[in-house]
């Protein structure tokens, strides 16, 4: 995770399966948050895939407390207890 000025960055796996489950999440989290800009940044399979979530100061203070665990849903990564 990269901090930007108004939000964050997520490295992932540059394969096509992680490319379509950030597209399904996307499309659910935009029904529910509507105060945050997506950016999805890819190219080809050797290269990673980058998820930009942007938006207000209060966006971002939302994605430092309640995204991450959804973010680790698409990363495979279990949770931190």
């Known amino acids: ?41 890819a190219s080809n399979e050797e290269e990673p895939i980058l998820l930009q979530l942007t938006g207000s100061e209060e966006a971002k203070a939302f994605l430092r407390t309640e995204i991450q665990s959804n973010i680790d849903i698409i990363t495979r990564v279990p949770p931190s207890s």
């Open 1 to 41: 995770m990269t901090e930007l000025a108004n939000g964050f960055q997520y490295r992932f796996p540059g394969d096509s399966e992680t490319l379509r489950l950030i597209q399904d999440w996307i499309g659910m989290e935009r029904k529910c948050c509507p105060f945050l800009t997506f950016s999805v940044i």
